[in-house]
C-alpha cells in the first residue's frame, strides 16, 4: 500500500496518512485506460492501409524472409513478423500459400516497360530497342540477385509440387503474354517483319533469358554473362 510522506523544515519525511485503496484502484485503472488508448491508436493507424498496400507489405516481406533464409523458412509467422502484422492480417489478404507464391512470381513477371520505353525508343532500329530492353531487364537481376535465386526456387517448386503445378503453367502464360505484347510493340513501331510467329519468338527469348540468368546466378561473371 502507498504512503504519502512530507518533508517539513528540513525534517525527515514523515507518513501521514495511507492512500485508500480506491486511489490506488484509480491509478491502475488509469493506466489500463491510457494502454487500451495507446493500443487504439495503433489499430486505428493499420486500419488505414488498405488490403492492396498490406498485400504489398507482406509481398515485400515474403521476398525479404526468403532471400535471407530460403523459401522453406517463409512460415506465416516469420512473413508477419518481418512485416509488422498479426498473422490474422496474412489470411485476410492471402488465402493460401499458393495465393502468396502467385503474389511473388507476378512481381518478376510484372516487368514495367513503360518505365523503360523512353530509352528504348531511342534506337534507331530493332536491335538497338531490344538491347536497351534486355539491358534493363539484366540490370534487375545484377541489382537483386537473391531475389532472382527466389523466384526461381518458386517456379521449381511449383513444377515438383502436384498442388502447385497449375501455378507453373499460370507463370509460364502470364510471362509469354507479357514478352509477346513487349516485342509485337517493338515490332509495331520499327515495321520489321518477322518470319516466326510473334508468340513462338517471345517463347524462345524467355528461354533464353531463363537460362542466361540461372547461369549467372551460378557463376556471377558479368562478362561470361
Given at each position: ?148 535465386l527466389v523466384l526461381f526456387e518458386l517456379s521449381d517448386l511449383a513444377l515438383r509440387d502436384p498442388e502447385l503445378q497449375d501455378l507453373a503453367q499460370w507463370e509460364q502464360q502470364a510471362a509469354l503474354k507479357k514478352a509477346t505484347q513487349a516485342i509485337d510493340r517493338v515490332v509495331s513501331e520499327t515495321g520489321v517483319k518477322l ?31
Open positions: 500500500m502507498c504512503l504519502i510522506r512530507v518533508s517539513i523544515g528540513g525534517a525527515p519525511p514523515k507518513s501521514i496518512s495511507r492512500v485508500p485503496k480506491y486511489v490506488t484502484r484509480l491509478c491502475h485503472m488509469t493506466k489500463f485506460l491510457l494502454w487500451f488508448a495507446i493500443m487504439g491508436k495503433l489499430q486505428e493507424t493499420a486500419k488505414r492501409l488498405t488490403a492492396s498496400q498490406r498485400r504489398e507489405l507482406l509481398v515485400a516481406a515474403a521476398l525479404k524472409v526468403m532471400r535471407t533464409d530460403g523459401v522453406a523458412a517463409a512460415t506465416t509467422r516469420a512473413i508477419c513478423n518481418e512485416a509488422g502484422m498479426p498473422q490474422s492480417a496474412f489470411h485476410y489478404c492471402f488465402h493460401t500459400k499458393k495465393d502468396l507464391y502467385r503474389a511473388l512470381l507476378a512481381t518478376e513477371i510484372d516487368f514495367d516497360l513503360d518505365g523503360i520505353w523512353p530509352s528504348a525508343i531511342a534506337g534507331t532500329n530493332l536491335e538497338a530497342r531490344v538491347s536497351s530492353i534486355m539491358l534493363a531487364w539484366w540490370g534487375a537481376i545484377e541489382a537483386e540477385p537473391n531475389s532472382q518470319d516466326p510467329p510473334l508468340e513462338e519468338l517471345a517463347e524462345m527469348v524467355i528461354a533464353a533469358l531463363d537460362g542466361v540468368a540461372r547461369s549467372w546466378l551460378r557463376h556471377r561473371d558479368n562478362k561470361r554473362a
